[in-house]
């Protein structure tokens, strides 16, 4: 059976150029900050919203990825863990966004670097909305739908921040710049809430389960039994982010915000590529690997085996597209100022085909009761990650920081294959 069908190839298609329009759009959103500011005002910027950005897996702790495994192995059952994910999601979403705000305040900034980090906490707000309704249309399998909403935020940040750059180019400044950011996610927030209304009703369309109304009646979940079911996904969540963009948040700490900035630079680009995969396997294959792992596991075996080799393949051609493209294409996104971004991008490179096999790998993981040991090695290689970067930071800079990346991301694919291969496929 070949990996994807022709509809399969359909719904890949519409997310992948979705999500990369919306990357390109997050892209260019960035590279107008960037061309506008100084890279040490560029680097407190990026330095802040990725670490904000570390902390959004704990709103929420994992509630949107565990819908996809409730509905995917419970069906219309699963209604019973919707209000208690509700509440639990605003107790942990409220404890974040006020946490932020005492970092921003009492932490080691000054007065611009705390307004910035609190005009940027509202993200986190904007980001688990974005989740919660993403995991809803994924299990209508409204693919076009859930492109479309993705893509949203990109494009009315890169409005803003366009009109922003063009009627105020000369008084643009960081500042500015995060407001617009925190205009984005308070219109996202009453949208949200109005497309996740329908699951609470009959007017859900769950795809793959027989649809009836018993059994979610009864035993109705509380938030506490959400957190039970949730934390796996949201430690996973949080390991993925420390191990995948805490080299930034360290940088500015153990560096400068200079080094930040232009470190930020080759990581969008790393993160556009890291999309592909995103799409294929947390997009399109994750609510059906979880149906799969219990009506069907040998296509849960299929999809491993060909997607391996398939996510290889397509890093390795990654990897020298990049070392072909990354002089030229930096210096005509982000001009001169940031050049020295381009060597950081080289060496970042070498991560690419560790991590397409790590999404492939990882992917069948999620199944059954494996999540709780793929967190364990999500912790491990997160915490291996922060340890090689405060090494290598105070000695090589930028540089460092990209060798802990590959070091780490190269140890997440090998446990990945290992243990999938163990416990998922040969079972």
Same mark, same amino acid.
Request: charged content about 10%; proline content about 3%.
């Given at each position: ?8 190839? !359909? ?240 940088? !500015? ?120 040991? !793929? ?53």
């Amino acid at each position: 059976m070949i990996l994807l069908k022709r509809e399969a190839i !359909k719904a890949v298609s519409s997310l992948w150029l979705a999500t990369l329009t919306g990357a390109g759009l997050a892209f260019i959103t960035q590279a107008i900050l960037a061309r506008s500011l100084l890279p040490e005002a560029y680097g407190v910027f990026s330095s802040s919203l990725s670490f904000v950005m570390l902390f959004v897996p704990l709103a929420g702790f994992g509630v949107a990825q565990f819908w996809l495994k409730a509905f995917g192995q419970e069906g219309w059952a699963a209604k019973r863990w919707l209000n208690g994910s509700i509440r639990f999601t605003s107790y942990s979403t409220g404890l974040v966004y006020c946490g932020l705000i005492v970092w921003a305040v009492i932490g080691p900034h000054n007065y611009i670097t705390s307004l910035v980090l609190c005009l940027l906490a509202f993200h986190v707000l904007a980001q688990v909305v974005l989740e919660l309704v993403s995991s809803r249309l994924q299990l209508e399998e409204r693919f076009l739908s859930l492109a479309i909403w993705q893509l949203f935020p990109h494009l009315l940040r890169f409005f803003l921040v366009a009109a922003l750059a063009l009627f105020l180019s000369e008084k643009i400044n960081v500042v500015l710049g995060s407001l617009m950011y925190a205009v984005v996610a308070l219109v996202m927030i009453p949208i949200g809430y109005f497309m996740l209304k329908p699951m609470f009703n009959n007017k859900f369309g769950l795809v793959g389960h027989e649809k009836h109304f018993k059994e979610f009646c009864e035993n109705k979940k509380s938030w506490k039994a959400v957190i039970n079911s949730s934390w796996p996904f949201g430690l996973a969540a949080f390991a993925h982010l420390i191990y995948y963009q805490s080299d930034i948040v360290l940088l !500015k700490y153990l560096d400068s915000d200079a080094s930040a900035g232009i470190y930020n630079i080759a990581f969008l680009v790393i993160s556009a590529i890291y999309l592909l995969p995103g799409v294929i396997y947390q997009k399109y294959f994750l609510p059906k690997i979880h149906r799969w792992s219990i009506q069907d596991p040998s296509r849960v075996k299929k999809v491993f085996e060909q997607g391996n080799i398939a996510m290889l393949l397509l890093g390795l051609l990654f990897l020298v597209g990049i070392w072909v493209a990354s002089d030229w294409m930096v210096l005509l996104l982000f001009g001169d100022t940031y050049s020295s971004a381009s060597s950081v991008l080289k060496m970042l490179s070498f991560s690419v085909p560790f991590m397409f096999v790590a999404f492939s790998a990882g992917a069948v993981l999620v199944t059954q009761n494996h999540m709780k040991l !793929k967190v364990k090695l999500m912790m491990s290689v997160a915490l291996m990650n922060v340890l090689l970067n405060t090494i290598l930071i105070p000695v090589y800079g930028m540089m460092g920081a990209a060798i802990a990346t590959i070091l780490s991301n190269a140890l997440l694919a090998l446990l990945y294959f290992i243990t999938a291969k163990r416990l998922v496929v040969k079972n």
